[in-house]
Every structure is written in structure tokens, then in C-alpha cells.
């Protein structure tokens, strides 16, 4: 008689579940050690081929600065040529791609082109198109030519961040020529691509269309007490001197595997657990997503000395950019209110290394308050996720496909909004389809608003003593130590310490490169084919989850504890009387005291220039000027646009002949006149209808008009918009 296992033992249920947990432990090591194996030796290939962006789109390039014969730049501009998506499940290049899926809605002429800019942050370029739902592929699903500003590993000799800024001008100089029956460029930025669009912008703003930000740092001295740790290292390490003799102990280059370092260890449980246990937890499935992910993660890229230490000392640490006085290494001053496009904003509450207040405090900071906005014609638009963390704005397929996928979407109808401040709400609405099942609407937004995300500038003050540290100690450090360090270093000494960098190492010990892998190569397929896997009710695999949660909630108290002795032994040095009195601040003088008076003052002068240059202009224009400040009356009555009363509002205008020679620009800029002389004083706008609109036939269109917009979509007017709605019906009778 055959007795099984379960037969043997009073504990025969266990004794199969500790058998098929350890099998299947033993098979899940293997298949993880090979994943790892994979990732160096993907690592090395990526090496070997020059590090390419890791876009899985087709591209020609179009321009390499690296040719250009004044200030080379080790950038180049792209031109996405490949408009259908892959097969599902494939990665790679799109050559893999299906010819029997659908493509991507054709390129069209009068379309605006779509630039997107990637991060320059240590890893190479690439995760804007990374898979198909990205932002190249939201851009392409909506029928914009797209092109992409891509960097090389290595600078140019002395390359400077003027020389990128003035290459990158080159490149819109391109795209505007090859379309010139299309507006302006919309430029995406994603995190430290987003610092370098908003220069780009503001330095030519004749050139760059809207401006989409995303998790992208531009006031850097922001945050919250207790919850936003990052911005305390560089004072903690006593400024720019640090990035200086970085930069020469590599031989006069800083090596970007130095702040990929700085991210790791913003999140200690995700580097050195979490992220490789969800592999090896779930390595039948992870493998390929974090190949992918860990193709461009382990890309470490290069800077110039001049480079790093503009934009640490320039922008990190010195604030120079919200300050007005940024200067770039050819003597350009960068001032953020040059924008001549909207600017939209999307951050994050769940990002800790762009949080919302470094990415919208700038606002508050350049422009003061909403009527400055208005004066100068600006329109911000802003944007805030929950949950998602920083990479996952610009990564995450779910991102993509809403958040994303609606701000280029709507990239024309923003540019037609009331100039003001406005929070972008995305609503799911399947009974909608042709809205791609989601509401998009622009609710007007106070400065209280931004503030409310914030407790208070106060705490910024110690970063102005830190400003002043940094010069101290950078200039001593240049002066008496930087000659010595450069005496002892050479290109062998720098590559020695480049390949000994603890990120390259754990890539290139464990691939192919290392006979020991030898046996895990050997093992993997056989385990792969005689894989058996275990549920998750297994008793030994929940604790295993649960050992695991452990380690990780022990390494976020690490961290925990590790913050808060940062941010507790910065503003013990940096708010210290005897530091602040020795190391006076860059920021607290007495001229920077009656400065800042003077511009309140100054500033409330020009407003109310402003006010009466739109009040004695509101008597000025005829019929299109009159049918656009009803429209324009209607859609801002309830402080909400809506993006089905802008589609409504468009439809109707097509259809007039007094808009068909018009310029995209002077179109846009008779929206933003019409709209700005309603905010300055809506009852004499309204009631100088009468002299814009003369003849009953105008009259009437204009109210027929104003009825439509107001039930676009098939809503029902609101009290407000019939209340106004009447009232010129009256005047225009």
C-alpha cells in the first residue's frame, strides 16, 4: 500500500507546503540572480553601443551640436518618424513593431509640434518614450509631429549650460522652419529637463509655444518642514566645493552616477530592498519591466565642471532663478516672466525629490500675486497628482494615458484661457467617449491657493546663509586645494575611479564578465522550463512577505530618523545666531529690504497702467471683438472653463469669416485682450457691447452664440450664466 507524503506525518500539510515553498525559493534565486546577470550585462551593451536614448520609437537625427562649429554641445535634436506603436508586450527599438496594429493619427502640417526634453540628472535620455505609452506616444496618438532634445555620455570640451541653451535655440530655429504653417513649439521638460526648458523659454520666447513642466524643480529652496529632506544636504555639505572636487578628482568632469547615488539613498528601503525583492518575489513577471527600467536607470551620463557647478551653485543652491538674476556663462540674464506662452505645471504630493513646492513656489516668488499674472498676459496652469512618486510622472503608463495624454490634449485650448492662475482638473466621465472618457476644466486659483501647499517662506531664510557658506568655501577650495587635487589626478586616476563607482560595480560583477555567473547562465533556462510556482496563500510565502515588509518598514525608520537628524543639525548650524552674524545671508541686506519695497511699489504702479490701458481700449474693434468678449463673458462667468465650452467656442468661431485671415498670434492675442478687459472691469466691457456689435444681425448672432457655449455639451446653463446672458440680451437690444 503507497502512502503519500500527507499520510506520513501528523504535519503533512505543512511538511508540502515548507517542500513546495523552498523549491519554489531555490527556482525564484536562480531566475533572479539571472535577471540580475541580464541587467550587466545590458549595462555593458548599452556601453558598447555609445549609450543611446532607450526610446522604443523610430528616430532620424535631425541636428548634433557636436558638429556645430561655434560653442559645440554634446546635444542633438531628433525627429520621432516611426507614428505606429509596438506590438504589445514588445520592448526594444520599434523596429519590432506590428504592421497590423493601428497607427498613431497621421502628422499634421498645421499641428503644433510637440519637443519633449529629458532629464539630464545623471542617466541618459530616452524615458520620455521608454515604452508606448509614454509621452511620445500620448504626443503621436494626437497627431503632433514630435521631436526630442537628446544628450550624448560625454560634453563637449568646456561646455557650458549657455552653450545648451543656445544649441537647443538652433533646434527650435529647425523645428519652426519645417512647419511653418503650425504655431510655436509646445515644449515638455521632465524634472531637470524642465529647469532647462524654462530657460529655453524665457530666453527666446519668440521661438517656444506652452511650456509643460513636470516634476520640475524651479524654486529650490522650498518645502515643508519634516517631509522634505533633500533640499538640507547641499548646506549639510557645505555647499558647491563638494561638486568642484568631484569634478577634479574625474579629470575635470563630474560624473552623473553621483547623483543617481543621491536618489538611491533618498529612499534607502527601495534601493536596498524593495526594488530587487519585488523581482525576486514576482520574477516570473518583473524581469522584463525591470530590465527595461534598469537599461536607463544604470545609463550614468557626464558634465563639465562649468556645468555641475552653475547649476548647483547657480540654481540649488544660490535660487538665482526665482531671484530674476540668473546669469548664464555668455552674461544672459534669465528672468521667468519673459514667458510668452502658458506654462503648465504637474507635481506631485507622493514625489520627494520634486516636491509641489519646489515645482510651484516659483509662482509665488516671481509674480507676487494673480494680478501680476494677469498684467503680464501669462497664463499658469498647475496641476497636482496625490500619490505618484517623481519618476512615475513622467514614466508611469497609467500617467501617460491620463494626466499626460489630457495636458496635450488640451496643449491648443490653454492657450485660449483668461490670463490668471488655474488648477487643471481631470474628471473620468464613460458617458462622454469623444472626451476620451475624462472631463477636463480650469478652475481659477488664488495665490493663497499655492500657499496653502506650503507653511510659509520663513524657513527659507537659512538657505541664504548657506548661499554665502557655499561662495566662502568654493573659493577657498579653488584657491588652495583644487591645484593640489589636480596635480595627483589623471585620465588614469579618473577612470580607475569611475569604474570602482559602487553602481557600476554591482552592474558589471554580476554579468557575464564574471565566470561565476557561468553556473546561473547555465541553470536559468532548465529552471525556467521546469518552473513551479506557488500560490500566495502559502504559509511560508506570507511570511516571507511579512519578513520582507519588516525590513522594509525597518530601513524607512532608518531613514525616518536619518532626516530628521539632517534637517535638526542644519537649522542648528544655518539658524544659529553666531553663523548667521559671521555669515550674513545673500538674500537679507538692507538694500534687498527697500529693493523689495520699491517693487511692491512699482508693481501696484504698472497695474494700474495696465487697468487703464485695457479700460480706455474696451470702446476699440468691431465684430469679432464684440463676439469674443460675449464668448469670453460666458465661459469665465463661474471662475471654471470647462474644455467642452472652449471645443463649442472654436466650432462657432471657425464658421465667421472675420477670423479666417487671422494669425494663429493675432487670434490669440485678440482672446487674451477680450478676456483681460472683462477681469480688469467686466460691467464697463460688457456695456461697451453696443459699440462692437452695430447692427441687429451682429446683435443677434452674438446672443445666439452666447446660448450655445452656455449649453455646450448638452448641459444645462448655470444661474450665473443666464443672469449674464440676459443682461446683454438687454444692453444689445
Not at 541664504?464 to 557655499?470: D, E, I, N, Y
Not at 532608518?558 to 543639525?569: F, G, P, V
Not at 441687429?696 to 446660448?707: D, L, T
Given at each position: 500500500m503507497n502512502v503519500g507524503l500527507d499520510g506520513l506525518i501528523p504535519f503533512s500539510g505543512i511538511a508540502k507546503e515548507a517542500y513546495d515553498y523552498f523549491l519554489d525559493s531555490a527556482q525564484r534565486s536562480i531566475l533572479f540572480m539571472d535577471a540580475l546577470r541580464k541587467r550587466g550585462n545590458t549595462y555593458i551593451q548599452h556601453l558598447d553601443e555609445q549609450q543611446p536614448p532607450v526610446l522604443v520609437f523610430k528616430y532620424e537625427i535631425l541636428m548634433d551640436a557636436r558638429t556645430f562649429e561655434k560653442n559645440p554641445a554634446n546635444y542633438a535634436l531628433a525627429k520621432i518618424i516611426d507614428r505606429r506603436a509596438p506590438k504589445p508586450g514588445q520592448k526594444g527599438t520599434s523596429e519590432r513593431r506590428s504592421d497590423t496594429v493601428d497607427d498613431y493619427q497621421p502628422e499634421s502640417p498645421t499641428k503644433r509640434p510637440i519637443v519633449i526634453i529629458d532629464p539630464r540628472a545623471g542617466h541618459g535620455p530616452g524615458i520620455g518614450g521608454s515604452k508606448q505609452d509614454s509621452e511620445i506616444g500620448m504626443a503621436l496618438s494626437h497627431g503632433h509631429p514630435v521631436y526630442f532634445i537628446f544628450f550624448y555620455t560625454n560634453p563637449m570640451p568646456n561646455q557650458?549650460?549657455?552653450d545648451v541653451k543656445n544649441a537647443e535655440v538652433k533646434f527650435l530655429e529647425e523645428i519652426r522652419r519645417r512647419h511653418p504653417a503650425a504655431p510655436a513649439p509646445a515644449i515638455m521638460g521632465n524634472c531637470q529637463g524642465g529647469w532647462a526648458s524654462a530657460l529655453l523659454a524665457a530666453s527666446r520666447p519668440d521661438l517656444a509655444g506652452p511650456l509643460v513642466l513636470n516634476g520640475s524643480p524651479l524654486s529650490y529652496w522650498s518645502g515643508v518642514d519634516g517631509k522634505n529632506p533633500m533640499r538640507y544636504k547641499g548646506g549639510l555639505l557645505g555647499g558647491v566645493w563638494m561638486n568642484s572636487l568631484l569634478s577634479d578628482l574625474s579629470d575635470g568632469k563630474f560624473d552623473g552616477a553621483n547623483l543617481v547615488m543621491n536618489m538611491e539613498m533618498l529612499n534607502p528601503a527601495n534601493t536596498n530592498w524593495k526594488k530587487l525583492y519585488n523581482v525576486y518575489a514576482n520574477v516570473d513577471t518583473e524581469e522584463e519591466r525591470?530590465?527595461?527600467f534598469e537599461k536607463w536607470w544604470g545609463g550614468f551620463f557626464w558634465m563639465t565642471k562649468a556645468e555641475i557647478h552653475k547649476i548647483v551653485d547657480g540654481l540649488f543652491i544660490g535660487n538665482h532663478l526665482v531671484k530674476g538674476d540668473f546669469t548664464l556663462d555668455d552674461g544672459e540674464v534669465i528672468n521667468l516672466k519673459n514667458f510668452g506662452h502658458p506654462v503648465v505645471v504637474f507635481a506631485s504630493e507622493g514625489d520627494n525629490i520634486t516636491p509641489p513646492q519646489q515645482a510651484l513656489n516659483w509662482i509665488v516668488q516671481v509674480y507676487g500675486t494673480v494680478d501680476e499674472i494677469k498684467r503680464n498676459q501669462q497664463v499658469i496652469v498647475y496641476i497636482i497628482h496625490p500619490k505618484i512618486g517623481h519618476l512615475g510622472i513622467f514614466v508611469a503608463s497609467s500617467i501617460a494615458k491620463k494626466e499626460q495624454s489630457e495636458i496635450i490634449g488640451s496643449v491648443e485650448m490653454i492657450n485660449y484661457l483668461a490670463p490668471g492662475l488655474y488648477e487643471m482638473i481631470i474628471e473620468h466621465d464613460p458617458s462622454k467617449p469623444w472626451l476620451n472618457d475624462y472631463e477636463v476644466k480650469f478652475e481659477e486659483r488664488t495665490i493663497a491657493d499655492l500657499?496653502?501647499?506650503?507653511?510659509?517662506?520663513?524657513?527659507?531664510?537659512?538657505?541664504?546663509?548657506?548661499?554665502?557658506?557655499?561662495?566662502i568655501n568654493d573659493s577657498f577650495y579653488n584657491a588652495f586645494i583644487s591645484p593640489f587635487v589636480k596635480a595627483v589626478t589623471n585620465r588614469n586616476s579618473a577612470l580607475a575611479l569611475k569604474l570602482l563607482h559602487p553602481l557600476r560595480v554591482q552592474r558589471y560583477v554580476v554579468s557575464d564578465v564574471n565566470p561565476f555567473m557561468i553556473p546561473v547562465a547555465t541553470l536559468a533556462p532548465y529552471v525556467k522550463e521546469n518552473r513551479g510556482e506557488i500560490g500566495d496563500q502559502n504559509r511560508f510565502r506570507l511570511i516571507e512577505k511579512d519578513i520582507s515588509?519588516?525590513?522594509?518598514?525597518?530601513?524607512?525608520?532608518?531613514?525616518?530618523?536619518?532626516?530628521?537628524?539632517?534637517?535638526?543639525?542644519f537649522k542648528a548650524i544655518y539658524t544659529n545666531p553666531l553663523v548667521t552674524l559671521m555669515i550674513p545671508s545673500k538674500t537679507q541686506t538692507a538694500t534687498d529690504a527697500v529693493d523689495g519695497v520699491l517693487a511692491v511699489a512699482s508693481r501696484k504702479d504698472d497695474l494700474k497702467k495696465d487697468k487703464k490701458k485695457w479700460g480706455q481700449a474696451m470702446e476699440d474693434g468691431g465684430y469679432a471683438d464684440g463676439l469674443i468678449r460675449v464668448l469670453a463673458a460666458v465661459i469665465a462667468i463661474d471662475k471654471t472653463i470647462e474644455e467642452i465650452e472652449i471645443k463649442e467656442a472654436g466650432q462657432i468661431i471657425r464658421t465667421r469669416p472675420e477670423f479666417r485671415d487671422m494669425t494663429i498670434e493675432q487670434f490669440r492675442a485678440l482672446v487674451a485682450a477680450q478676456f483681460r478687459m472683462i477681469q480688469v472691469d467686466s460691467k464697463k466691457a460688457l456695456a461697451a457691447l453696443p459699440k462692437l456689435l452695430k447692427t441687429?444681425?451682429?446683435?443677434?448672432?452674438?446672443?445666439?452664440?452666447?446660448?450655445?457655449?452656455?449649453?455646450a455639451g448638452g448641459k444645462t446653463p448655470g444661474k450665473q450664466e443666464k443672469e449674464l446672458i440676459a443682461k446683454i440680451e438687454a444692453m444689445l437690444k
Open positions: 557650458t549650460l549657455a525591470f530590465l527595461d500657499m496653502a501647499l506650503d507653511d510659509g517662506f520663513g524657513d527659507e531664510d537659512a538657505f541664504g546663509h548657506v548661499a554665502a557658506l557655499s561662495e515588509d519588516l525590513i522594509e518598514e525597518s530601513w524607512n525608520l532608518y531613514r525616518d530618523l536619518r532626516d530628521m537628524r539632517d534637517e535638526a543639525l441687429p444681425e451682429e446683435r443677434a448672432e452674438a446672443i445666439k452664440f452666447a446660448h450655445q457655449v452656455a449649453a
